[in-house]
């Protein structure tokens, strides 16, 4: 049985991390076969920012198994659409496309443009269905991107340099998460583990949602605590001014598996904070280690 003695430290250690990173951190890490588990902070609610975009396509796969749609349906993406830094919501021409690529892209680079497509295509209902079938009592998404852009933009004003400013930021309803999509690390490694087991969805949809989120592209949150050839790291990342998310699945060579979600704020409003990236996957690698030995 765990010692609750050495659980606390491992705990006390994982806090340590965040503090000297500058931020404050929530992380709930289990053992998806053995229901061993490290918490810090796991139940108190977050602002998730792209992270929504799970449950998001979890929604969308459990639809089609439904019979309700076709996840080779083509959507058009006119000009207008969501903007983005990535994929469709950084291009500038209409783009067709089907549903089951839209999941594609929102999960593996993070476009907007193609998570509010699928959400304009099946309804934030469809989302809050699914979130209570599994359980997810603790999350709520309630916002697209294009809602979290606009409320940013009536709460800052177009002066690029509010985004740095802790009293501006102070007054940002897109950080709050009684105001904006939020949920708890516990409910998005219950997600995961659910995803892992086959039961979030059909098998087949929970292995189409594991494969998007193995083909991630970003290395500098969770998969950067694991930096082994033998290991494979599953992700979806989430940021907004001073937050940097990241929840996943680790596996290992040995079968090993492990939910993982890492949530962070920090105390720094710069735009650049590789040490809170960084601690993301130190977090991670803590208690993952301490769940494998």
Not at 173 to 181: E, I, K, Q
Not at 232 to 241: D, I, Q
């Amino acid at each position: 049985m765990p010692d609750p003695m050495i659980e606390h430290l491992i705990e006390h250690r994982i806090a340590a991390l965040f503090a000297d990173a500058g931020a404050i951190g929530r992380l709930h890490a289990v053992d998806i076969d053995t229901g061993r588990q490290v918490a810090v902070a796991a139940d108190e609610p977050v602002a998730i920012g792209s992270v929504f975009k799970l449950p998001l396509v979890v929604a969308l796969h459990r639809l089609a198994d439904a019979g309700v749609l076709d996840l080779t349906e083509a959507v058009t993406l006119a000009t207008g659409r969501t903007s983005g830094p990535t994929g469709i919501g950084a291009m500038r021409d209409p783009v067709t496309m089907s549903l089951r690529d839209l999941a594609h892209l929102a999960v593996s680079v993070s476009d907007n443009a193609a998570a509010d497509a699928i959400a304009d295509r099946i309804g934030l209902p469809a989302v809050a269905e699914t979130l209570a079938r599994l359980g997810l009592a603790g999350t709520a998404v309630t916002q697209l991107c294009r809602d979290i852009a606009e409320r940013t933009l009536a709460d800052l004003g177009t002066d690029p340099a509010a985004l740095t400013d802790p009293s501006a930021l102070s007054r940002l309803s897109t950080l709050d998460p009684g105001r904006t999509n939020r949920s708890t690390a516990r409910d998005c490694t219950t997600l995961l583990t659910a995803v892992w087991r086959d039961t979030a969805a059909a098998p087949s949809s929970c292995s189409a949602v594991r494969r998007l989120l193995s083909l991630q592209v970003w290395p500098h949150r969770l998969a950067a605590g694991f930096p082994y050839d033998d290991v494979r790291v599953y992700g979806k990342t989430g940021t907004l001014p001073t937050i940097r998310n990241e929840v996943g699945v680790v596996e290992y060579p040995d079968g090993g598996r492990y939910a993982v979600a890492v949530f962070t704020r920090s105390a720094s409003t710069a735009l650049a904070l590789p040490r809170v990236d960084a601690v993301i996957g130190t977090a991670a690698r803590t208690a993952v280690q301490y769940l494998r030995a």
